[in-house]
């Protein structure tokens, strides 16, 4: 079992920042492709930015170049820096953890994190 853990959201002005933590339970966390999703009310979760174990990223085509994607294995942890923020982000934002092909186990999720994007 991996926990996850969620820390960093709030709410901002358009154009601001803000830097989402995700704190895993277990070192195995290091072994997985971490990702970000987000779910805005009414509307389907969506994959926002993803990382592998070695460091290969992806991202949405709305957050590419505002939102940066990266973990630190050492402390089983990962984080998702926003900026330029829109008011369009706003959205509750999710830490997701997935075994890579050739390890069996399962996906985790966070418990979300509510980011608000308005002046």
């Known amino acids: 079992q991996v926990q996850l853990v969620e820390s960093g959201g709030g709410l901002v002005q358009p154009g601001g920042s803000l830097r989402l933590s995700c704190a895993a339970s277990?070192?195995?966390?290091?072994?997985?492709?971490m990702g970000w999703y987000r779910q805005a009310p009414g509307k389907q979760r969506e994959l926002v930015a993803k990382?592998?174990?070695?460091?290969?990223?992806n991202y949405a085509d709305s957050v590419k170049g505002r939102f940066t994607i990266s973990r630190d294995n050492a402390k089983n942890s990962g984080y998702l820096e926003m900026n330029s923020l829109k008011p369009g982000d706003t959205a509750v934002y999710y830490c997701n953890a997935e075994p890579p092909p050739g390890l069996s186990g399962r996906s985790y999720w966070g418990q979300g994190t509510q980011v608000t994007v308005s002046s």
């Open positions: 990382i592998t174990r070695g460091g290969i990223t």
């Open positions: 277990r070192s195995i966390f290091g072994l997985y492709t």
